[in-house]
């Protein structure tokens, strides 16, 4: 269970690491590298950005579930 939840972190933390890293920032930053200039361009990015937003939130909170589920069984002992 241990080794479940610690590799379950490791896979949202660097996922967690990515999406911020794609989301559009004032200056337009990686998210320009890797196409996010050209979605704003088509007027499709408020759908794109809004989706990109909502999995960050879901990730952030597996992992944060997570950190405190594995913190609890390793207090435990288990």
């Known amino acids: ?29 990686l998210s320009d590298l890797f196409g996010g200039g050209v979605t704003s361009s088509l007027g499709g990015s408020s759908v794109v ?5 909502r999995i960050t939130v879901v990730t952030a909170l597996v992992w944060i579930i997570a950190i ?3 913190g609890l069984l390793i207090n435990r002992g288990a």
């Open 68 to 70: 405190v589920a594995l």
């Open 49 to 53: 950005e809004r989706n990109l937003d």
């Open 1 to 29: 269970m241990i080794l479940g939840l610690s590799i379950l972190v490791m896979l949202c933390s660097v996922l967690l690491v990515l999406m911020v890293l794609l989301h559009k920032g004032k200056g337009g930053g």
